[in-house]
């Protein structure tokens, strides 16, 4: 049996990536908003939040966002860019070096309050460095995980994507 099943609330691959949870919370953005319309969401290492829709979105609450940039169609799809806050580029840091335990409580708070997880997800359990993680951990790689340790591995690339990556056909 797989961390992953033993694990109560382990879910954010299941409807997303880790950087949907994640980015959505840091432009205060409730998950469910885009949920069932998202192909994914990505994080451009130029301070901008992407999501990347099948089509066009039409809720309003994505374009009266206060950190919303602007919106494309293109042959791939819909995309809303948003300007992380400046308030948020510590965490976004912590986010891409994979130091869930060092997000500040602000943007903790800010993730149980739009990411729609549950408190015993494995996301929150990694932030937390809960007990129980680490001993299913330990005990599903035969390991022992130092003090210092994340309980999660850094996010993988498939959380990133710079947004001219969309237009790449055009641009060449």
């Known amino acids: 049996m797989s961390v992953k099943q033993k694990v109560p609330g382990w879910n954010y691959e299941k409807n997303g990536n880790l950087s949907m949870y994640v980015g959505m919370s840091m432009i205060e953005l409730p998950v469910r908003v885009v949920k069932d319309h998202v192909i994914d969401c990505y994080i451009d290492y130029e301070g901008l939040f992407i999501i990347h829709s099948k089509d066009e979105l039409q809720n309003s609450s994505l374009f009266s966002n206060k950190h919303y940039q602007s919106d494309f169609t293109t042959d791939q799809g819909h995309i809303i860019l948003y300007k992380i806050p400046d308030n948020c580029q510590d965490d976004l840091m912590k986010f891409i070096e ?20 549950v408190p015993n997800s494995y996301l929150f359990y990694a932030i937390r460095k809960n007990e129980v993680l680490k001993q299913e951990l330990e005990e599903y790689y035969d390991c022992e995980i130092p003090p210092k340790a994340e309980y999660l591995s850094k996010p993988s690339e498939r959380n990133f994507k710079s947004f001219k990556d969309f237009f790449e056909d055009e641009i060449e």
């Open 98 to 117: 994979g130091k869930y335990s060092k997000f500040s409580e602000d943007f903790i708070s800010k993730l149980y309050k739009y990411s729609g997880l």
